[in-house]
């Protein structure tokens, strides 16, 4: 009786009830439709009442939220949305905000009104149109809706400038030019009175300090005393959510400082104090939003430079999860200890028991995070380990399991870049094929036939080559089922390989009928049996074209084949057969150079305004003796994959398959054999020295020193068995003997940087000797907030003025104090232009630094004096340079410099995020600033 009131009608009663006593979405989805047709009939009626216009929008408000497109009823809700009544209106636009988004072309219909009620003097019509205008703003309407906008975040109601800090960040998300206008204005919502406008502004600053932090600095002391208000439940009690004080608003402000602390020792120090503060609050209350900011407090302290006793606690806190049954809260201690494992790899070895018991969980998703910790955990010493463990469950897995593609890319990733050696590279990668043939993708295919075939070279490429085709032609064999993705790669191999291993007639001719059998198998793709063909028909060439009816029948049921490329295959073939003087190489353009240049287009490049190609303005390609270094791309990079290792070491270090405990060195192999460190190239010319041996030369006709003369070749140096390290596992896994091999070598990763004690001046006062005299946001808290905000930026400044030339790196740095607190580990690494191109556009992690000196300078003293700290020259032009290294033999750092007069700008990019990218990037600046300052 009480649903079927005078404010409900029948029609929509019978609706609501319909839907909820469907019993299908079939069921449900004719409910919808059916009321979607009877709308379409009724809102074409004339002087329709607006009681009556009210219900009809309700219900295709329902037919949107049930999945269903109302599109009659968006031009009835605009036309709505400039109703004088209040209920209508607020209706109106709260259709609109459902019906239309950012992308729909019928908001413009909306702008005149929106403009009018951003003006109104009734507060819920400005409510309601920020509200829509938040969710269908978009670039093209900025401009029109933006003054009244900036207006309201002075509005005497809460609710309205809350609404008016949100759709100005809008604004800046939409088009972020706009920043400079707004700064200001979010500076002052950040100390408004109530804090419901503070927490929203919040969202505004996350966004601008996670793009650029180093504009922020200035805030950092404000969003600490903020903090330390709420934790201190200085906040009115409305915003205590379990005991908790404005949890939201904290873990905010914690990923805001994480942001801001980043590399940063003078801002993290600010820091320190009150995140000890808040983690132990947190965790004394033992509940679930509690154990959110903890987190959130883990996040933020390792992100941040580093300090001992914060790490400790966090230790700690990760252990109490770690041991707990509640396996929400094991969950955060896994991701907790792969987060702090990137500080001190040392904290995992005190846990590996927990970490063994949350891989043998029957929780997927523990388990997915703990398979995520030993991936990043992992090195040339328990690469073996980890990945027979990933086989194994990737075996035992459940094939609806949601782990086991993301296994397959671990898998192949950490083959790629940790292979002990070629033989142990194909088993694994084989395996892999067997086990989970159907969620092998083209890419990990095509990367397993090009690392294959990039082996030719080596100097034990015969005994691969037999190797791999003994055990492919072994499975093809035995095997009665054989995947998609593991015949094309024994296709590939045995067709590449087979001629030069099986160098006997007989022999050519069994595996062509073996591979003749497999082609009638039922694959899933005819791009396998393509590459079979293409298998078959190599060696049939080999032979000379032999009589075999397997070949036969193959070429008439092929040639004739719906599919053209096997039918285009067929046909080729066909065609050498019936020419026995052309081989396909005859094809090639023997003894021809493609033309780099491409002249042939340049009438058609001028036609189209372009210019004609110039080599002398690129690296690759250099002819001129005029020689500038381009800093555009050199060429788009493949798919990168980022990984804290970017060196693939597999045809350049041969490790000894070791599961067991002793850590051995390996040895520095190349193609040809074991080498020296490679030294420096010589700075004083243009070019690179010439080696002693057979000379390369790269495309761009820079000599390259890649290929050593033999007498700079020199045996392998035997290790000392008494002098090798051994790391002790105190926990062993009786029932799985491959798990003690895990944490092999975690004790031998580098560890960051850790802040043992933080000495404190007038300038740079902890959390705790920072005024607390602010009053709380229910009070005027805008005074003394608003001040020191506002004015920070004119001191920030001034400071950056005083500090000169490393500013814009070391904000809080001084020039005669700048000093390395890393002990990091810089080797040469070789390289040639192309393949540094590449990298230089897929790395993202950039450091720049501007020096000044008192005398003009060359490049090519500056070029040997960075050489002195490792460095590998790759590439030295007229006023640039370019060189590469080894960073803890883990991350390749590329560096950049151009000489301009007086200033030297140097840019650094690497592999992976690192305290120590920074203390190198401070090392190189340091080192030309003694030399070059006097």
């Known amino acids: 009786g009480v649903m079927s009131g005078s404010h409900l009608s029948k029609e929509l009663f019978d609706l609501i009830k319909s839907i909820g006593e469907a019993r299908s979405k079939q069921e449900e989805d004719k409910i919808i439709l059916n009321e979607a047709h009877s709308l379409v009939e009724k809102m074409k009626e004339k002087k329709i009442p607006d009681k009556k216009m009210k219900e009809y929008l309700i219900r295709a408000i329902y037919v949107e939220l049930l999945g269903h497109s109302a599109s009659f009823a968006h031009i009835t809700a605009i036309n709505m949305s400039q109703s004088k009544s209040l209920k209508l209106k607020r209706l109106a636009y709260l259709a609109c905000t459902l019906f239309l988004t950012e992308k729909s072309t019928a908001q413009i219909l909306l702008v005149a009104t929106m403009q009018k009620d951003l003006q109104s003097k009734v507060d819920l019509e400005v409510s309601a149109a920020l509200t829509t205008l938040c969710k269908v703003v978009n670039s093209s309407i900025i401009e029109a809706v933006m003054e009244p906008v900036y207006k309201l975040l002075n509005h005497k109601n809460s609710l309205i400038r809350k609404k008016a800090v949100m759709v100005a960040h809008k604004f800046c998300i939409l088009n972020p030019s706009l920043i400079d206008d707004i700064d200001t204005k979010m500076k002052r919502a950040l100390c408004d009175k109530d804090p419901c406008i503070m927490g929203a502004s919040l969202n505004y600053f996350y966004t601008v300090v996670k793009a650029n932090p180093n504009r922020y600095k200035d805030l950092v002391s404000s969003f600490v005393v903020i903090l330390k208000q709420i934790i201190e439940h200085r906040l009115p009690k409305e915003y205590d959510f379990h005991r908790m004080p404005a949890p939201w608003i904290q873990m905010k402000l914690l990923a805001i400082l994480g942001l801001l602390g980043q590399y940063d020792q003078s801002a993290s120090e600010n820091m320190y104090e009150v995140l000890n503060l808040t983690i132990r609050r947190a965790d004394d209350l033992g509940i679930n939003i509690g154990y959110a900011i903890v987190y959130q407090c883990l996040k ?36 907790g200890l792969s987060l702090i494992v990137g500080i001190n790899p040392d904290f995992v070895l005190n846990h590996q028991k927990s970490i063994l018991e949350c891989l043998e969980d029957s929780d997927e998703t523990l388990k997915g995070k703990t398979i995520d910790l030993l991936y990043k955990m992992t090195n040339f010493k ?36 940790f292979a002990a050696n070629k033989t142990w590279y194909i088993n694994t990668i084989h395996r892999l094929f067997e086990i989970s043939g159907d969620l092998i993708t083209p890419e990990i295919t095509n990367s397993f036939i090009r690392l294959i075939s990039e082996s030719d070279d080596d100097t ?16 093809i064999k035995s095997s009665a089922v054989i995947s998609d993705a593991l015949m094309e790669v024994m296709s590939f191999v045995i067709g590449l390989y087979g001629p030069m291993v099986l160098k006997e007639e007989k022999g050519l001719i069994n595996v062509i009928q073996l591979l003749a059998k497999w082609t009638e198998a039922p694959f899933n793709s005819e791009r396998t049996k393509g590459l079979i063909l293409t298998a078959i028909f190599k060696l049939h060439q080999t032979i000379k074209y032999s009589k075999l009816p397997e070949v036969d029948l193959l070429l008439s049921k092929f040639s004739r084949s719906r599919n053209f490329e096997l039918a285009q295959r067929a046909q080729e073939h066909l065609r050498f057969m019936h020419k026995p003087g052309v081989s396909p190489e005859m094809l090639a353009l023997s003894g021809a150079e493609p033309e780099e240049s ?25 002819k001129s003796t005029e020689r500038k270094l381009v800093t555009l791309p050199y060429h788009i990079p493949d798919k990168h994959v980022p990984h804290r290792r970017e060196a693939n070491p597999l045809y350049e270090k041969e490790v000894p398959v070791d599961t067991h405990l002793v850590v051995n060195v390996p040895q520095k192999i190349t193609k040809t054999g074991y080498v020296q460190a490679p030294t420096p190239n010589p700075i004083g010319s243009t070019t690179a020295v ?9 495309k761009g006709g820079i000599s390259s020193t890649d290929i050593p003369s033999p007498d700079e070749r020199i045996p392998p140096k035997k290790e000392n068995p008494a002098k090798a390290k051994k790391v002790i596992v105190p926990i062993k896994d009786e029932k799985d003997p491959i798990s003690e091999g895990i944490f092999s070598g975690i004790g031998d990763l580098v560890s960051a940087p850790v802040l043992e004690e933080t000495k404190f001046t007038k300038q740079d006062k902890p959390a705790s000797s920072i005024s607390t005299s602010v009053p709380t946001p229910s009070m005027a808290s805008a005074n003394l907030l608003e001040v020191d905000i506002l004015d920070e930026t004119k001191k920030e400044e001034s400071k950056e003025e005083s500090l000169g030339v490393l500013a814009d790196v070391f904000p809080s740095g001084n020039l005669g104090e700048v000093h390395s607190t890393q002990k990091f580990s810089v080797k040469p690494y070789k390289t040639v232009t192309e393949d540094f191109g590449a990298k230089w556009m897929s790395y993202e992690n950039e450091r720049n630094v501007t020096i000044l000196s008192s005398q003009n300078l060359t490049n090519s003293d500056i070029g040997q004096k960075i050489c002195d700290r490792g460095f590998y020259l790759v590439s030295l032009l007229e006023n640039e340079g370019i060189l590469a290294c080894f960073l803890n033999d883990s991350a390749i750092c590329l560096l950049h410099f151009i000489v301009s007069g007086k200033s030297i700008a140097i840019t650094i990019k690497a592999s992976e995020k690192s305290i120590s ?18």
């Not at 399991?401 to 790629?416: A, C, F, G």
């Not at 010439?690 to 790269?698: C, D, H, R, V, Y």
């Open 598 to 622: 491409l002249s042939f287009l340049n009438r058609y490049v001028e036609q189209k305004g372009g210019e004609k190609y110039d080599e002398t303005k690129t690296l690759i390609g250099l």
């Open 382 to 417: 328990n690469v073996s380990a980890i990945v027979e463990k990933f086989l194994h469950y990737l075996k035992t897995s459940p094939a609806d399991s949601t782990l086991r593609k993301d296994l397959v890319y671990k898998i192949n990733q950490l083959s790629e870049r």
């Open 300 to 335: 933020t302290i390792i992100t941040i430079y580093p300090y001992k006793s914060l790490i400790e606690l966090s230790v700690n806190t990760i252990s109490r999860f770690l041991n707990t049954d509640n396996k929400n809260l094991k969950y955060v201690g896994i991701t």
């Open 690 to 698: 010439q080696p002693k041996g057979p000379k390369a030369i790269n």
């Open 460 to 475: 034990d490429a015969v005994s691969f080559r037999e190797y791999a085709i003994n055990l492919y032609l072994g499975i």
């Open 917 to 934: 990218t920074e203390e190198l990037l401070r090392s190189v600046s340091t080192m030309l600033q003694q030399q070059y300052f006097h």
